[in-house]
């Protein structure tokens, strides 16, 4: 973007009346935050409220009345513009219609008195001078609310019951509403005031109108997700019981990464840049306090719990998290790691020696996942041993490796960079952790990994229903994973490929022309009738009954569109440049499209399958006629398990098939509505910890969107 796009909204005033005017723009912007925070619930509403109204009325009427004859050197024009008077005729004739119909029971007559009084405003407005008709009728319309809030005339407990619609009005939500218009008026009013008023002024303001209008979106978000969090939490969160070592290691992870991709030097840092370093800063801090913590309950044999948490004082590492942190590392590792080419025979056979190591243990590990068992040698687990002792020789190189560079000394060259080896050991930790979830064997004894139960979440674990249990989400939740994988895995391939052929080989004709009407109108269909499709026509030719395939295609169907339009619309917007470039270096037209189009327009293709995947994880009615499973599954559906492959002397020689994607299952959309709408089978705490628990769903997979279209974007600038 172009700097002389660039708004600096508030600056350190070189001047009194700058300062001041700075002051009442940040005043108007905590008006508005609190118009928010009270609309939200989030504080209560009072009488106050007017006080500050009255005083952000009184500081903008200043700046105009000082602009007009205290002698500051400010630019307004002569006029306040055709908008200006637009807004302060309708708020005129709007406030003097509802306080002379409503409070004085003028009735219809005194929308006849507002019919004078807004375009008499209006007109003022338009022949006084800039500094006077942008900030004297924004000061009198918000002091006058914020003294008719101050006398009670519209209290927290005021009701409107308007005769032309039934509905009543509360003051709880006129307040909030009115505290966030007066803060938008007397914001942009300092706003424009603060830069003298004129051209340059009238830019401030209208930034600052957007700004406040976007922090409005967000604030929305906020609440929704506060919303559903603080009605949801209780009941996730409910006999939940996690080893200390378990969290000590995610803790660690978190602080490694808060560190390694965060800002947390706020000296380093200017502007609103600085606020975030410090934010970042305090987080970084709690984390270390919390690792601290946990390893001092370790230390101590020390139980941690709380309402509804329960830490216990192990040692012991779960596989699966312990699994997720070392991807982490690993990727952190790799991203630092630099070139390692050694340039003497031993250094030589340490690298092949390093590889043969890491191949070995990879195998080990992947014949006991299609084995499903332990390879043991006289009793003794062969991939446990042989990791612990390559990332243990591993580990002791590493430490030494980071002596010598603190110390200062030269190591020999064959010795491989501390990168390296710090990668080869977080390596065998994850091949440790990859043989405890696959054979179910614990590795380490009391100081080492779990195969399970150093996590114990009954409601994300356990399935909604069983004798003696609590009910839990797992059956739901693996549903729709499987579901909506199904679905990105079926749309996104098809989406990608069309749309490369529709951009790089159809010209534009009236085909290419009804391919984009029907692909929006596609995208358009509301979901029940794509619900109604797969009941008529998927699922009579998918085993005749509702199943997981069948509402994998369905959502696939209404995943399709959207990313076949963003995918299109990404590889329009790669230059032709790039391709003449490849067809200048002799490089055929598919080489072209596969190793510059189609890399060039991941970013913008990840986006629409981000979009997609938001809006089909949550559909509910597509789900009732195509999955239409029980609303409390006993088990989760099996779908990696129940794969089998036959070999027979017919063609196609090979067969596969997987009864578990033709059966019914449940998916957390699905009973969510089954909890909340029909009141099936629970409370409606258990539907509020669901609707929790598919937002997180929703969230991961948007994560590992944004993290799958920054990796691209990186590669783009590299």
Request: aromatic share 8%; net charge neutral.
């Amino acid at each position: 973007m172009s700097d002389a796009y660039e708004v600096q909204l508030v600056d350190s005033g070189d001047t009194t009346y700058e300062r001041s005017a700075i002051g009442v723009v940040v005043g108007s912007f905590g008006a508005f935050m609190l118009g928010i925070a009270a609309l939200f619930g989030w504080v209560s509403t009072a009488t106050y409220f007017g006080g500050v109204l009255l005083a952000l009325g009184i500081a903008t009427g200043m700046l105009g009345a000082v602009s007009r004859w205290g002698g500051v050197q400010t630019t307004p024009d002569r006029s306040s513009g055709l908008s200006a008077v637009l807004i302060q005729g309708f708020l005129w004739t709007a406030t003097t219609g509802f306080v002379a119909s409503n409070t004085l029971e003028l009735g219809g007559l005194g929308w006849i008195v507002a019919v004078f009084v807004g375009p008499l405003v209006g007109a003022l407005t338009l022949m006084t001078r800039e500094d006077l008709g942008t900030t004297m009728p924004t000061a009198a319309f918000v002091g006058f609310v914020g003294i008719t809030i101050m006398t009670g005339v519209i209290s927290p407990s005021w009701t409107w019951e308007p005769t032309a619609f039934d509905a009543v009005i509360p003051g709880q939500l006129a307040i909030p509403l009115l505290m966030m218009v007066g803060g938008l008026l007397a914001g942009q009013s300092s706003a424009i005031a603060y830069d003298g008023f004129g051209t340059r002024g009238r830019q401030n303001g209208a930034f600052l109108l957007i700004s406040l209008v976007v922090l409005l979106t967000l604030s929305v978000l906020a609440f929704l997700l506060v919303f559903v969090f603080e009605r949801g939490i209780t009941v996730v969160l409910e006999n939940l019981t996690i080893g200390a070592g378990t969290a000590l290691l995610l803790a660690a992870a978190a602080l490694v990464v808060s560190v390694r991709i965060g800002h947390i030097n706020p000296a380093a840092a200017d502007g609103t840049d600085k606020i975030g370093s410090f934010v970042q800063l305090a987080v970084v801090t709690v984390l270390g306090l919390v690792a601290l913590a946990l390893a001092a309950a370790i230390a101590a044999n020390h139980t941690i719990s709380g309402d509804t948490v329960t830490i216990e004082p192990t040692s012991t590492v779960g596989a699966l998290p312990g699994l997720l942190v070392g991807l982490v590392f690993l990727n952190i590792l790799r991203r630092s790691s630099s070139p390692w080419s050694p340039d003497t025979d031993a250094g030589r056979t340490v690298a092949r020696l390093i590889a043969v190591a890491v191949g070995a243990m990879t195998v080990l590990v992947f014949l006991e996942f299609l084995v499903g068992i332990e390879l043991a040698i006289g009793g003794m687990a062969i991939v446990p041993i042989f990791a612990l002792t390559v990332g243990g020789v591993s580990a002791i190189v590493a430490v030494a490796t980071g002596g010598a560079r603190v110390s200062g000394r030269t190591l020999p060259t064959w010795v491989p960079p501390l990168t390296w080896t710090g990668g080869v050991t977080v390596g065998a930790f994850v091949i440790c952790c990859l043989h405890a979830v696959f054979t179910g064997s614990a590795v380490g004894g009391a100081v080492g990994i779990a195969a399970n139960g150093a996590v114990d979440w009954p409601f994300v674990m356990n399935p909604s229903q069983g004798l003696g249990i609590q009910k839990g989400v797992m059956p739901a939740m693996v549903g729709t994973i499987w579901v909506v994988l199904g679905a990105v895995l079926f749309a996104v391939p098809l989406a990608v490929g069309a749309a490369v052929f529709l951009t790089e080989y159809a010209e534009d004709s009236l085909f290419t022309r009804a391919v984009d009407i029907a692909t929006n109108g596609l995208w358009s269909t509301p979901s029940i009738v794509f619900g109604l499709f797969g009941l008529a026509f998927l699922v009579p030719r998918f085993g005749g009954n509702p199943s997981i395939f069948a509402a994998q295609l369905v959502l696939g169907f209404m995943l399709l569109p959207l990313v076949l339009i963003t995918s299109r619309e990404a590889m329009k917007s790669v230059p032709d440049e790039y391709r003449d470039a490849s067809a200048a270096l002799g490089v055929s037209k598919w080489q072209t499209i596969r190793s510059v189009v189609v890399p060039a327009s991941m970013p913008g293709v990840i986006t629409g399958v981000i979009l997609g995947v938001g809006r089909i994880a949550g559909e509910t009615a597509p789900l009732l006629l195509v999955l239409n499973g029980p609303n409390f599954p006993t088990s989760s559906p099996g779908i990696l398990s129940s794969f089998m492959v036959r070999v027979s002397p017919q063609p196609p020689f090979i067969h596969v098939s997987n009864p578990a994607l033709l059966e019914r299952a449940s998916a957390l959309p699905y009973q969510l509505y089954a909890v909340i709408t029909a009141g099936v089978g629970a409370e409606e705490s258990f539907g509020w910890g669901t609707a929790l628990v598919l937002l997180c769903v929703v969230l991961a997979f948007f994560a590992m969107g944004v993290a799958s279209r920054r990796y691209f974007r990186s590669k783009l600038h590299q």
